[in-house]
Each structure stands twice: as structure tokens, then as C-alpha cells.
């Protein structure tokens, strides 16, 4: 922080620096549950170790290829997932999640504390695009694309995460549009009220004032060779919304010990990571003939 | 002058009584020992008539007078003593007569130091007889009610030579007496001092300006919050900083009072010094438990810090280079001694020596350099009317700039941190009756914070403002019933204005120059707080006291009401002599809390008040002690606590108050506490080597529902162990050592016990740039380890000189006398931890010149 630069001109003047006698005891480290259940996609799981504060995981091979992976649906045991490489473990079935079912997972290794968590497939959010325009916007001297984003809420607590892409000219493949290219007219993604990552690419909101309802979002991105715009927008379990959202503030806050580590959200009984469920419908917009 | 048989009918023609003819001075005849014969002494006397019935005296009655000359006042009350003859001067005569009557007569007065005309704050004024009294209040102004008769009385303050005064009560009195100091800081046998003192339990504990200016701290510097950190319950903050935790509370729950004027930000310099400059005290007193009604505004402690009147006599005043800082402090009669000044004022100095020099060694197109000063001004003006209407003033003013400065011959990039208070109150203090005593006071308070960052080189430009703004207006009456009985009540109207507006950023296009992102959060509060209170202080026979109050507020913020009702009780029974027990319960109410993410006492600390969605913060604090005076010696007081704390805030877990992105009321968290602890302090209060030792074993705790999964977590300053020893040696008149030491359990902090990995490149599409493969961090607990033990020794030397017009004082001494490391902060390599220590070994060196 910059006020801690009050500091400087003491510690300039008067400060020491020393070593402390001090050992922290040593902590049993913990197994560690990345994965995602997509609509799309066959059951995939990362799993690694924790390391010591004071280490590197990613300095020391964190992965553990060695662990026993089970895949539970509503209690019962579907299958042990396959060990890949790089503590990749993937269905052998190609089974792929289903809405309504609680898939768990329950990791054993013998150097670590067993480890369960568990998620779901949540439904699809209906959504489209329309209403769209294309603008001059004479103060910065460029044309603008305007869309609207509807979104169909369902009724309950729903979670969304969503981002946009854009191909652009000459680019074989699209790019994430950040906050600086994109301009979201809607009191939804006020700055206070909402989360994003620290480079802007996605967003992380609630259907606080729209539960079971339609709401409709104004889009606003600069043309800069467009040919398409996507939007990807996931309707997201809770737990993996406060994972993001921990996540997000995680890399926001300095993590020196001046002040506390931030905490980032688990759902991993035991153990860290993060078990989520993300069902994602994508909204393409070509840019054809808007002049 | 023949004796006149007295004619009765002349006691009832009393006018005005004249001194003069009492205290007309007589020359003891050690010839003549019996009553009569004193009595033809006075009759001699050439402006004294004396009248009396023979029948109605003893007057053949031996009576020894020691002394070689008394007035006759004096002698009347030595001759008379305890009998029922009276003495009274009507018109030109003085009648003795038989006493019959058995009304009450207010014996009331002010106590002041002999040399500056200093009201004696606290001084003690007691009945030798049966050993009851009163305490002197803020003005020295003190009632006592007595029946017709004579009494030997004595006025007691530490640091001065006490006075017993034999006075006859056949009318109301009124007595200024002044008290000459001792030299010492030596307390004196007070007689009835159990019965009287309102500073025997560690609730309550007092501090003259000698004893704060006898203890040298940082730098040679006398500060009376570092003072208090020796002081059972209180602990100090990060190293060397003037920050105070009370019984378990935060740094934003003590109220410093400085003359009634409330200061938000005490401390210059990180908080190395405290804003107070020390010559400008009176007396300092800390409360911490059986508050009294009067107090309102913050949850664990009130300081309140009386500045001097100034010297009524003479002009006078002290000159004094540190190491640091240059200060001064004037004092002096106004308007023939009606009236008073005091004005004090203090300065660093290295920066005044630092630009010439960055200039000769860099040149001045470019160079590159840092800056920081400190200042504070406290003047205060007094203006007695008459004997019962007195007017004061007092302006209060501290400032801090920090420049850090870059230029070269292509840019110039600066900082600018400025910040300071500014303080003004004006009083009127009346005496409508000797019973009533009524202060209006109106305050007007401000704390500003500025900073200014331009970067030529980024085009970053940046101007933020923050800080409180408080307007105050109050009056506070004390009504003496009776010697057992005194109420005190008032009311109080506050304007708080309140703009936390952290920081506001504007960014410029390279090139055009124009702004691409601002981002500014212009909230402001108000608060607009009543309150009203009743203290009812009864002193009960056999040594039983009860104080009970009753404080009530509304505070209204965004037009929404919050109000409280806020009991206070306090009990103590005198279980000897010398000895006593004592309980309170305390409930305070505070509409305001302090934010702040790092231990230090800095500008960007934010004040914020309650809103519709942060409740007030409430405190139930339940206390009990034990006190008694050993051989007038040793005092050793014990006293355990439990305290509870509701809607406590702290910044949320994963929020930074500095972050842009949000308002700070979403970053902040409201929960619980609760602290408990015993308190020891043993006093040593006279002979060569006087001072105290204390011992304080505490525990405090919160719990935030959102913060350590809602488990509860040691308080970052939850410090078990604490002991503080300050000693005071004097080894000459003019030759005193000083030595402080404190051991405390160390900071508690939260260390990352595990790193792990993200979501990783397999789900990258969650994840963005860099972070798909940077390492998380987790621990189990908040706050489980602790910073090594701190401890330090300070030691210093005073050598006094004194000369025809001028006392000089050369203070010598070391902080840290035995280099303890003792880190600010501590950061970790590869399990190795590593602490930063900011104080080091010290030595300074001070010249005083007072004159």
C-alpha cells in the first residue's frame, strides 16, 4: 500500500531488519479438488497437495497421480476415475453430468486425510440477444456495437457468471472483451454491487431483484475489426459462485503478512478446492451489414 | 481598651466581614499562657476591639502556642478549639460568645499552586475529625458542609506540601487556598483518603503533569499516552507508537478529551508522538470502569487531559530542544491576574535542515527526496468576571505533511500527504449558587486528511480528501446537596459530519491528456447526537460509596434514529482503614467506530459513523477490585473485568479499504467480542524511589460471522501477559534517574499455513491471465501466532539546575537500553520468519530552560 510509505523515511532512518526465533508448527497438509461438472463435458478432476505456507506448490510438483478418485451420483457409486497425468483424473464411462443429480466425489490417499465434496448440474438459463445497433460516439472518435443481452431467470437463488468474446479481423480465434471495451448499462454491474476478475474479462452476479423474472442488459463494445461477438453466459452453483468470488477478492487484497491472507471459499470437506457446477448457453451476434 | 460586656443584640447586626482586623498579626508572649492572658494580647492590639462575657470563658485556662506569631483568627481557633466559644467580627468589633446555634454553613473555596495561581485539580480537602472530605473538581473548586464548630481540615495534591487549616463554621466560608510544591512527586499522608479519593481502584487512575513530565520516552520526549501504556489494562499498539487498547477494546473505543475538546487522531508520526504536547498539561486521568454518566461517545476508556491556565502571578514559560523536535510553552497573567495565558507550540526540525541539503548535494533541477514535519499549537485563555462567572477559550491546532518528491529535468513527480486537526472551544463557567456550578461549553473540532500524488510520467493525478467535522454544545451541571450527596447532570448536542471518502483517482490519456477513469466516492454522513445524563455520587457512613448514573442518546444518520439507554453503577465499601472493595457496570453506547487496516496510528485511518445498516457499538463491562494503602507507602490495587462487545466492525476478510471498487460499508463486517482480565498495580508513592509496577492478565476475542468461519479468533492485540514498571530514583535534589520496562506477550498474526494450487490450466476458462496458475493460500485459525515477546528498557537521567531566573533541565537517557529487536511487522522466507524493527537502540538528549 502506498501510505505505508509514511513508513520509509523511518525505516530508512532506524529500521533492522532480523531474523526471529520462531518456528511455526508443522501443519498436516491437506488434498486439493479442482473441478467443474459442465453440461458438456465427461467428469474431469485435478488433484494436488498443499504445501507449507512458506513454500511453492507450483515450485514442487504438486500433483498427486496416486490418489483413489470415487464418483458417487445420489449416494451411489458410479465409477474410480482414471489417473491421466499432471493429477488429471477423468471418467472412463463418457458419462456426461445430468441436471437433478448430486454427483460427489470422495478422494483417499494413503499420505493424506480423505477428502469429499459434492455439486451439480445446474439448469440451463435461457438467454438472447437483440436490439442490435451499431453507433458513432463522436467524444472517442469510434463506432460502437449495441446489443441487449435476455436473460429468463428461474425461480430461486440463481448464480451467473458471464463473459464476452469478440473475433476479430484477422485473429483466428476470439478474444475476451475487457471492462475498458465493454460497457455494461445496467445497475446490475455496478462496480459496488458485483464481482470480476482482476483483468475484467468475466462476471460474477446474483439474481438479487430479478428471481424468476426477465431481465434484459444493455451491452455496449467498441468495433475494432468485429466480426462476431459472443456471449457466454453460465448459470453457476453457489458454491463455485463463492469460490469466484473469494478468488477474485483473494487477488485484490495484498497477502503480505501486514495483513491477513484473504480466505478463498472450499467446498472440499478436509480439504481445498473447489467442486463446481456450470450449465452455459452461448449467444453469438455477427456483425453483418450494420452500417 | 477596657473589656465591654457583649451585647447579644449586636451578633444580629453582621454586615460584611472584613479580614483585615482577624488577620492582623500578633506577636505570641510566651509570658502569658492562659486564655486571658492571649485574649489581652489581641485587645493590645491597636485596630482590634474585643468583646466577650468573662462568665462564658475559661479564662485561666493554659494553653500552649508554639508558634512565635499567628494572626488572630489563628489564635482564636487554637484557644477555642472544640469548645463553644465562637468568635465573630461585627462591624469594628470581634465578640465571643457562646455558640448555640446548630445550623449548616458551606465551607467552599479553591485550592491553587502557590506560584502560578494553577488550579489543583483533584486536590483533596478533608475533615480531619472523622476523617471525610471532598474532592476539588475541574475548576478547584470544592463545598464542604459543616455545622457550626470548629474543624481542622486538611488540603492534600500530590506533588505539593499539604496544608491543615483550623477553621471556625459560624457562617459560610469561602477559602482560596494555595498549595506550594513539594519538589517531589511524593504523595502525603491524606487524611480520610479512602473515603475521599475518587482515584483508588485501576477504574480511575490520575496523572499529574509531573508524573507524566518525569518519565522520558522516544526520543527524550515525555507523551502522556505512552505514559498510559504503562498502566495496567492498557496495552500499547505496534512498537513505539502512542496507540492505546483498553480492556480488550480497539484503538477507535478510547475518547481522548483535551479540555473537553474530543481529538479523533492522536498521533503524529505514525504515532510515534502523541498530538498532546506535555508541557501544556495539567493532569491527565484515564477512566476505564465505573464510568461516569458524563462520559458518552466510545466503549472502553476516556482520557482526559486538562490543559494549564496559565501562571496568574507572572509571566513565564520553557524552551526545549529534543533530538527531534523544538517546543515551547508561555504563561502569564492577563488583565492584572483576572485573566491567563498559556500558549505551547512544538516542531520537528530535521526537515528544515534536510531540503538545503538534498538541494547543495542533487541540485535542485534534479533531485530526489522525502520529507515529513509535525507541528502542534495549544493555547488557552482564561477570563475570571467575577468570583463566580469565569470565560474560557482554547484553540487547538496539529499538522503532518509528507512530501516525497522526484524530479529530473524531463518530470516531476510528487506526493503530498497532509493532515492535522483543528480545534477551538469557548466556556463559560458559573457559580450561580455555592452549590451549583454550570459549564456551557461550544466546540467546534475538524480533522482533514489531504493527499496529493501527480506523476508526470504516468499522467496519474490524484485529489483526495477525507475527515470529520464535529460541532459541539454542551453544559454539564454539578450541584453539591450535601457532603454525602452530589448530582451532576447535562446535556449535549453534536453535528457530526463525516466524509470517509478514501481516495479518488484520475487517470489521463498519455497523450490528449484526457481523463479515461475517475474514480471517486464523495460520501458524506451526518450525525446529529443528543444525549442527556444524571450522575448521582452518594457517600454514604462507614465508608460506602455508590455513583449511579444514567446516560441516554439518540444519534440520527441518514434519517434513521438510533437510541440508547446507558446505566452505569458503581459500589465501594470500606473494608478498613486503608482498604476497600469496589464493582461496576458500565454499559457505552458509541455511534462512531474507526477503521483502520494496519496497526499504525495513520492519517488514512477512517472514522465512520453508524448508518441504517451498521448498528451502534454497545459495550457491557462488569469490573470488581480490591485497594489498599500499605503504611501510606505502598498502594496495591487488584481489579478483574469482563467485558462484552456487540457490533464491533472490522474490514471484511477479503476486502481492502483502499480498494476503489467499493464503498466501505461493503467492506466491513459487524460482530462480536468479549474480554476479560485481571489488572495488579502496586504503587510506590514516597521516598528516594517512587513509581509503580503492574501486572495485567487479559484475554479478548472476536467473533464476525463472515471472518475465521465464523469461529471465534484472538484480537490481534490479545496480549495475555503484560507487566510495565516505571521507577523514578532520586538521587539528589537536582539529580533523578528514570527507568521503564516493559514485557508484553507479542502481536498476534494470521500466517498462511498451507499454499495451494487454483483451478489450474485445465480450467482455465475460469481463471484469467496470470492467475490460472498462481498459488491460494489458507490457514485453520485467525490470529494463532504470536510476535516474539516484546519487551524494552528505557532508561533516563535529569539534571536540574537551578539559577536566579531560570530552572534548566538536561535529559539524558537511552530507549531500548538493551537493544531488544522488537519488529513492527514480520514477513517469512522459506519458514524462516523475519521481523522488521523499527526502534532500535536510542540514545537522546534534552535541553529545557524554563524561566
Known sequence: ?291 | MGRVPIIPVLLFLSVLTHASELDSLIIINKNSTTIGGYLDQIDALENVHLSYKPEDIELYKHVKIETDSVTVNQLLCKLFYKSDIFYKKVQKQIILYKNTDKSKYAVNGKVFDSETQERLIGAAIVNIENNKGVIANAEGYFLLQLKAGYYKVQIAYIGYKPVIKTILVNESIYLDIDLYPSGTIDEVRIYGEEAVSDHNSNMKLNLPSKKINQLPLSFGETDVLKTIQFLPGVQAGMEGTSGIYVRGGDMGQNQILLDGIPIYHAGHMLGIFSLINTSSIQKATLVKGGFPAKYGGAASSYLNVYLKEGNKNKHTGEFSAGLLTLSGMAEGPLSGGQGSYMISARRTWLDLLEIPIVVAVQGFDDREYASYYFGDIQTKITRKINDKNKLAFNIFKSSDKYKNLYRDYNSESKEVFKWGTTAASFSWICRPTVKQQVNTTLIFHQYKFAKNQDYDIDRISANNKAGTTNLILKSDVEYFASNQIKIDYGAEIKYNLYNPNVIGIVNYNLEELIPVQRINIPITYIATIGSIYSDLNYKGEKGFTLNLGLRASTCIVDNKTRSSIQPRIFVRQKTGKNSSVFAAFDRTVQYKQLLTTTRLTIPTDLWVPVTDKIAPLQSNQISAGYHINLNNKYRLTTETYLKQLFNCLDISNNSDLFNLQKQWTEKVETGSGRAYGFELLVEKTSGKINGWASYTNSRTFRTFKNINQGKEYPYRFDKPHVVQIAAIYKIKENISLSANWIFANGMRFTYPEYTYQNLGREFSEYSSGSNISTDLISYENKNEYQYPNYHRLDLGIEFKKFKKRTFRLWTIGIYNAYLKYNPYYVESYDGTLYGTALLPTIPFVKYTVKY
Open chain 1, 1 to 291: 500500500m502506498k501510505h505505508i510509505s509514511f513508513l520509509l523515511i523511518f525505516l530508512l532512518l532506524f529500521s533492522c531488519y532480523s531474523e526471529l526465533d520462531f518456528e511455526f508448527p508443522e501443519k498436516d497438509q491437506k488434498i486439493v479438488v479442482n473441478s467443474v461438472v459442465k453440461s458438456d463435458s465427461i467428469f474431469k478432476v485435478r488433484i494436488a497437495r498443499s504445501y507449507p505456507g512458506y513454500e511453492q506448490s507450483l515450485l514442487n510438483y504438486p500433483y498427486l497421480d496416486d490418489a483413489t478418485v470415487s464418483l458417487y451420483a445420489d449416494g451411489e457409486k458410479l465409477e474410480v476415475l482414471e489417473s491421466i497425468d499432471w493429477g488429471i483424473y477423468r471418467s472412463t464411462t463418457g458419462i456426461k453430468p445430468q441436471e437433478g443429480v448430486n454427483y460427489s466425489l470422495e478422494v483417499e490417499h494413503e499420505n493424506f486425510e480423505n477428502v469429499k465434496t459434492s455439486a451439480y448440474l445446474p439448469p440451463q438459463t435461457s438467454t438472447s440477444l437483440s436490439n442490435v445497433t451499431k453507433t458513432y460516439d463522436s467524444s472517442a472518435n469510434g463506432y460502437y456495437f449495441n446489443y441487449t443481452l435476455n436473460i429468463h431467470d428461474a425461480p430461486g437463488k440463481n448464480y451467473y457468471w458471464l463473459k464476452v468474446k469478440e473475433l476479430k479481423e484477422g485473429y483466428g480465434d476470439t478474444e475476451d472483451i475487457d471492462q475498458f471495451n465493454l460497457t455494461i448499462e445496467d445497475e446490475l454491474f455496478d462496480y459496488k454491487k458485483m464481482v470480476y476478475s482482476d483483468y475484467d474479462i468475466f462476471y460474477v452476479f446474483e439474481d438479487t431483484g430479478f428471481d424468476g423474472k426477465s431481465r434484459s442488459i444493455k451491452f455496449k463494445s467498441s468495433d475494432e475489426g468485429t466480426q462476431y461477438i459472443v456471449v457466454e453466459f453460465h448459470n453457476i452453483t453457489e458454491d463455485f459462485y463463492l469460490y469466484m468470488k473469494s478468488i477474485n477478492n483473494f487477488y485484490s487484497v495484498s497477502s503480505s503478512t501486514k495483513n491477513d491472507p484473504p480466505v478463498i471459499y472450499t467446498n472440499v470437506e478436509k480439504g481445498f478446492g473447489i467442486f463446481g457446477g456450470t450449465h452455459v448457453t452461448y449467444d453469438t451476434l455477427y456483425i453483418i451489414n450494420l452500417d
